[in-house]
């Protein structure tokens, strides 16, 4: 009982700054998915690591920010829960952009497939400040399916 008292403290509050979490730890603990490195470079490493991937979300895949201007390291978040064919729920880490909030873990958040193609390359993510979807469009590379291809797995 104590345990997950602690850990729903932990998730729901932000970290002391030298311990700051970030997303890749996270989505690696999350789904043992062997995989280091910045975000953005997951997606390549995933493909040379025979880890299947595409553009479907399914519950327990990892979807893969590219690198932007403002995601200079790119992201990755856990999906918890396919909505539908264009909206999913995701757990990620260290996503808030003011400092205070940052290394914070946020369960349960709603991201949007807005790609003009439905193809998950272009999403909005949930602005909880503004209770509202983010103004931003991030580019994804698309999913990680966290479970090596048949007959590979080592």
């Known amino acids: 009982m104590f345990a997950a008292a602690l850990t ?66 790119g992201h990755v978040a856990v999906v918890a829960e396919v909505v539908n064919r264009r909206e999913i729920v995701v757990d990620h880490a260290n996503w808030a952009s003011r400092r205070a909030m940052r290394g914070r873990v946020d369960l349960a958040v709603r991201v949007v497939d807005v790609s003009p193609a439905n193809d998950w390359s272009a999403v909005r993510v949930w602005h909880a400040a503004s209770d509202s979807l983010g103004r931003r469009v991030y580019p994804t590379y698309g999913f990680i399916y966290a479970f090596a291809i048949p007959g590979t797995a080592s």
Request: aromatic share 8%; charged share 25%; net charge positive.
């Open 8 to 73: 729903l403290c932990l998730i729901s509050t932000p970290l002391e700054a030298a311990s700051l979490l970030q997303c890749v730890p996270y989505a690696r603990d999350i789904t043992n998915v062997p995989l280091q490195g910045d975000a953005w470079t997951w997606w390549g490493k995933a493909a040379r690591s025979r880890l299947d991937r595409g553009r479907e979300p399914e519950a327990g895949s990892i979807l893969v920010f590219r690198r932007t201007e403002r995601l200079r390291r």
